[in-house]
C-alpha cells in the first residue's frame, strides 16, 4: 500500500503531503494516543494513527522513522504541526474514522501491525 | 570523520513544544556522518525519552553528546527534583508524572526503561532535591 492509498480509504484530508511522500510504500502501521507507548513498543512501523495533537506527534514519528500520521476523529493540527511536519518529511493525513475503524479499514485492505506475539 | 564530535544543548524547561529539539538535531548529524540507521534509531530514542523526561519532570536541563566512531556517549543532568528509588523507577508502568502530562501522550512509565533498552550501557545518579544524570552509550557497531 501506499500513503495515497491510506488517504482513499480513509476519506483523508491531505493536510501535508509531496508526490513523493504520497506514492510511499507502507507495510505496516500502530494506532496509539500514547506516545511513550509508541517509542517503547513500537518497532518498524511506517504510519502512526493517533488522535493526540501536538508537536511531540510529529518529533515521535520522526524518531521512530515514520513516513506518516493519520490523525484520526477529524482532528486538525494547528500549522506549527503541519511546519514541523513539513521540515522533517513527514505525510500528514486527517480522517474523520475513529481510531477504531481507521485501523480496521486499514487492516482489512492489508496495512499490518508489524508485531508478533 | 575526526575521532570525536561533540555537541551541547540546553534543554528549556518551561516548553514542552520545543522537547526534542537536541534529540532531532543529533539524529540529522548522525545520518550526515553515515551511521547504522538502527543505531541511530536507538540513539535518537533514548535521547528523546531522556529529553522529554527532563521538560516533564526536572525543568529542562543539559545535554552533552560524543560520537565516536565506535560509540555514541549522552551525559543528560538536570537540576530538578531527583529520583528517590531508581530502581523503582526503572519498571516499566511506574511513572510519577501528573494527569497533565499523560494527556499529552508521555508518562506511561516507559520512559527510563525504553532508555536501557535502547543503549548498551546506562547509569542513573540521583539526589533528592539536587537532580539526575544520566549517562547512556550506543555502540555503534
Known amino acids: ?117 | 570523520m575526526p575521532q570525536t564530535i561533540h555537541f551541547q544543548y540546553t534543554v528549556p524547561g518551561d516548553d514542552f513544544t520545543r522537547a526534542g529539539e537536541a534529540s532531532s538535531s543529533v539524529k540529522k548529524a548522525l545520518k550526515k556522518i553515515g551511521i547504522n540507521p538502527e543505531v541511530i534509531r536507538k540513539v535518537a530514542i533514548a535521547m528523546y525519552e531522556g529529553e522529554i523526561n527532563m521538560v516533564i519532570h526536572a525543568g529542562g536541563g543539559s545535554i552533552d553528546v560524543d560520537i565516536t566512531p565506535d560509540e555514541v556517549r549522552m551525559v543528560l543532568v538536570d537540576h530538578g527534583p531527583g529520583i528517590a528509588n531508581i530502581d523503582l523507577a526503572m519498571q516499566e508502568g511506574w511513572s510519577t508524572a501528573p494527569d497533565d502530562v499523560r494527556s499529552l501522550g508521555f508518562g506511561a512509565g516507559m520512559g527510563l526503561p525504553n532508555m536501557k533498552k535502547c543503549s548498551d550501557d546506562m547509569t542513573v545518579e540521583s539526589v533528592v532535591g539536587q537532580g539526575t544524570t544520566v549517562r547512556m552509550t550506543v555502540l555503534c557497531h
Not at chain 1, 39 to 57: H, I, R, Y
Not at chain 1, 61 to 74: Q, T
Open chain 1, 1 to 117: 500500500m501506499i500513503v495515497r492509498d491510506i488517504q482513499t480509504i480513509l476519506k483523508a484530508t491531505v493536510l501535508h503531503a509531496n508526490e513523493d511522500l504520497l506514492d510511499s510504500e507502507v507495510h505496516t502501521a500502530c494506532g496509539s494516543d500514547m506516545m511513550s507507548d509508541v517509542l517503547a513498543f513500537v518497532k518498524d512501523q511506517s504510519v502512526l494513527l493517533t488522535g493526540l495533537v501536538n508537536p511531540q506527534v510529529v518529533r515521535t514519528a520522526e524518531m521512530m522513522d515514520m513516513v506518516c500520521i493519520v490523525f484520526v476523529r477529524g482532528k486538525n493540527p494547528d500549522p506549527t504541526i503541519v511546519e514541523l511536519a513539513k521540515e522533517r518529511g513527514i505525510a500528514l493525513l486527517s480522517t474523520p474514522y475513529r481510531m477504531f475503524t481507521a485501523c480496521g479499514l486499514l487492516y482489512e485492505n492489508g496495512l499490518k501491525g508489524g508485531c508478533t506475539i
